[in-house]
């Protein structure tokens, strides 16, 4: 029954109704025979009396009492059966809709467009995704059926009663009427309170997981007590409006039970009075009170099973808002993984950037500060293309809008010469592989990680990957090799390990075009010379694009685009942008000083000479340790770098 929930809803939008409500249409079948069988435990408790009243009448003319004491033990058994018969199918009809709201939810959260989701705080949807949706459990199942079986038991046992006395059922209904007024006014407090105790949860969590995800920073700046004090508040807030609920609820229970013994009171002197005149028989009196006490149970379960139900409303509300988050792809994600493409014809540029606008949108308005303006350039299909410009220029924005990541403002942006728009996401992001600037990796074992983007990959593939990486020395010293585990972010590993992790993992998708940013930061001299030469092989193979600020890295590309505010200045070779390019020689400058535009080969520094000793320092600072002697056909003249400086 889990599983029915239509593909059509797991897609697009759910409905007008809601995800919470979808689902809860898919467990009806259960929750009706859930219900279906607390009426009849209803229907055998609302006979108990009637078989006691028979008990009374058998013994006041003295028969014999088998029968109804038989007839009462089996009324006694059925409602017991019939009870745990409903908790039992109840229950897994709430773990089914809960089950169903949650992986819904988290397909949706993980489909959602990134604008949208960039606008929630993460704390305040891991608490929608995990406390609400224990409440929506608990509405739609418990309370819900507790509600339907506790009215029908109260309204059996009013009919019946009124068949017994009118005149005490209506002195009943009055005392029983004024304190369900008070208990509904109750509820519709308690229902707000809940809302905002929801808020206050979801505020609480999210402070909570902004400190957690970045708690070397706040140690590091002594921040603890400030953050302990500010979730504290926090906390506190939720603590408030938590005991307000509690306050409200705690009222709720006992307002019916006041109008419930003030019943009883009126009920057993009026009744008595009547028995004593003769106006009613004794059995008729027990027969009434016994009713009135059945009553007692079922009223105050009826309205706490409303204050849980109006609890769990703000719970539904809250999930549902969650599942409306806009979905990628303008709601129509594709379906499972898409066969691997190839890039079309051969000869034909791997990507293509068409006067392509470009904003990220800001505030709920959806006002946008342009960041890129009409960007054209091409990338063959094979051969490394650096991108490269000062930081905030828009680099990082041109491979989130190849991922479609965002959709473009406008123009279009091609892959293997088709507009990406037109392309299913899943086959153009198994086309395209990405390294991103912070190294993702995740908790689980290094093979989990590597497989993340390929989960079919054969070992001679992993293998082959981790060599091309430069991670192979790495993995045969870890203690179980590939199959270690590592830890939230991939903690366990190294920032430069971690990186040639993700690099690995890119490098086994076998991607047509590999989108690098900044990926060789993190790597040392010599796997960054190991990784040159990794590029150069896959350059062979595919489309690289680097964006770099290592001059090591751009001086051997095919091509370098020149990015500059969002517009693309210059394009062209290392050379030929050091010559023409005002620029690019003044990022390359700020790295290194070309004597003669880059054509006079490199003059090896000696390390025992003060000045060169000095030299081959700056050197490797700028080239992150790359030895001078590799830079090919550079004649380099280094400044020293003084520490005053970078301030
Ligand atoms: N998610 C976002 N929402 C709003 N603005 C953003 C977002 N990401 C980036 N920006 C803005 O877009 C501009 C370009 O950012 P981008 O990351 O593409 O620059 P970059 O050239 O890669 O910079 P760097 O070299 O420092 O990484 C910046 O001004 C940045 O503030």
Partial sequence: MAHRVGRASQRGRTTRAGLVATVFRQHTALLVAGVALGLAGVAA???????????????????????PITWLVSLFCAGALLTSLQ?????????????????????????????????????????????????????LSQSLTQLITSGVTVLGGVVLMFCIDAGLMVITLGCLGAASVVSLLLARKLRKVALENRDDIGAFGTAVQRVLSALPTVKASRAESREADRIGALAGNARRSGIRGTAYGALLTPSMNVGTQGALAVVVGV??????????????????????????SPLVMFFMAVGQFVQGRAAIQKVDELADMPQEGGGTADAGRAAPMVLAAHGRAAVEFRDVRFGYERGDQGERSPVLHGVSFHVP??????????????????????????PASGGSILVGGRNIEALPLDALRGLVGYVQQDSAALRGTVRENLTYASPDAGEDDIRQAVEMAG?????????????????????????????????????????????????????????????????????????????????????????????????????????????????????????????????????????NHPRDSETTLSLSLAFGGLPPATLNEQTIRLRPIRSEEQW
């Fill in 45 to 67: 408790s609302l006979t108990q009396p009637v078989a006691i009243g028979r008990l009374i009448e058998a013994a006041g003319r003295g028969e014999s009492l088998g029968a």
């Fill in 87 to 139: 908790a039992y199918v109840i229950g897994r009809a709430g773990e089914n809709i809960v089950f169903d709201v949650r992986r819904l939810l988290t397909e949706r959260l993980l489909r959602a467009d990134l604008t949208a989701f960039g606008k929630r705080p993460q704390g305040d949807i891991f608490t929608r995704t995990v406390t609400d949706t224990s409440l929506v459990k608990i509405a």
């Fill in 271 to 296: 009744g008595m009075a009547w028995v004593a005149r003769g106006e009613m028989t004794m059995a008729a009196l027990t027969t009434f009170i016994m009713y009135l006490f059945q009553l007692v």
């Fill in 381 to 406: 299909a094979r051969g490394l293309t650096a991108v490269v410009g000062p930081s905030g220029a828009g680099k990082t924005t041109l491979f989130q809008l190849i991922e479609r990541f965002y």
């Fill in 471 to 607: 991670l192979a020395k790495v993995v045969a010293k870890l203690p179980q090799g590939l199959d270690t585990e590592l830890g939230d972010q991939g903690s366990g590993l190294s920032g430069g390990q971690r990186q040639r992790l993700c690099i690995a993992r890119t490098l086994l998708q076998k991607p047509a075009v590999m989108l690098l940013d900044e990926a060789t930061s993190h790597l040392d001299s010599d796997s960054e010379r190991d990784f040159r030469d990794v590029l150069q092989r896959v350059s062979r193979h595919c489309a690289v694009i680097a964006i770099a600020h290592r001059i090591s890295t751009v001086i051997d590309a095919e091509q370098i685009v020149v990015l500059e505010d969002g517009r693309v200045r210059a394009t062209g070779r290392h050379q030929d942008l050091m010559t023409r390019d005002a620029l690019y020689r003044r990022l390359a400058g700020s790295q290194l000083h070309a004597d003669s535009g880059g054509r006079a080969p490199a003059r090896v520094p000696d390390r």
